[in-house]
């Protein structure tokens, strides 16, 4: 490969750095092919860019990037990257289902980088991945915003509904006696 298609590859891989939310390393070794078609079905179903690369591609791609330095223990032997751009535990998500498949445990993972951050394999499948996605924490802060809305119209109606609580215990009293 000459210089100049070189440094396309590598401007293009650290286009993606600088775009991404969090990039999950993985090692792929021993994964037959239908696995890896299955487990890059996976990633395209969930917005997950991934991508085989060469590991100097990436060290001269992110040199200039913030945690860079540890970043370079990850990159040894066959290197696969998921990028994720919306949702940073996104492909951590994947990764971990697809461990628990029958040929998943030969996919391993490397580490992972976000935010400047390198993280090592522990921390992507047992912090990372259980993350709550971009739409399930939205939900749980319109739930949070909501939460106070619904106690004061609740304490609005109160009155209204003691009353007709009142009225109807009088009438069953009446009715009674």
Do not use: C, H
Not at 108 to 136: H, R, W, Y
Not at 147 to 173: G, I, M, W
């Amino acid at each position: 490969m000459d210089r100049t298609a070189k440094s396309v590859q590598i401007g293009a891989i650290n286009s993606k750095f600088e775009k991404m939310t969090s990039a999950v390393f993985l090692d792929f070794k021993g994964l037959p092919v239908s696995a890896v078609t299955a487990l890059r079905e996976q990633f395209r179903t969930a917005g997950v860019e991934y991508k085989v690369v060469k590991n100097t591609f990436v060290k001269q791609a992110t040199k200039n990037a913030k945690g860079s330095e540890s970043l370079k223990k990850i990159l040894v032997g066959m290197t696969g990257v998921a990028w994720t751009y919306d949702d940073p535990s996104a492909a951590a998500k994947v990764v971990k289902a697809f461990r628990k498949t029958a040929q998943g445990d030969k996919l391993t993972i490397k580490g992972a980088l976000i935010d400047g951050q390198v993280l090592d394999a522990k921390s992507v499948e047992d912090q990372l991945a259980n993350m709550p996605g971009k739409d399930e924490l939205r939900s749980m802060l319109l739930a949070t915003m909501q939460a106070p809305l619904q106690q004061f119209v609740a304490l609005l109606q109160a009155p209204a509904q003691n009353f007709a609580y009142l009225l109807d215990a009088k009438k069953r009293e009446a009715e009674g006696a």
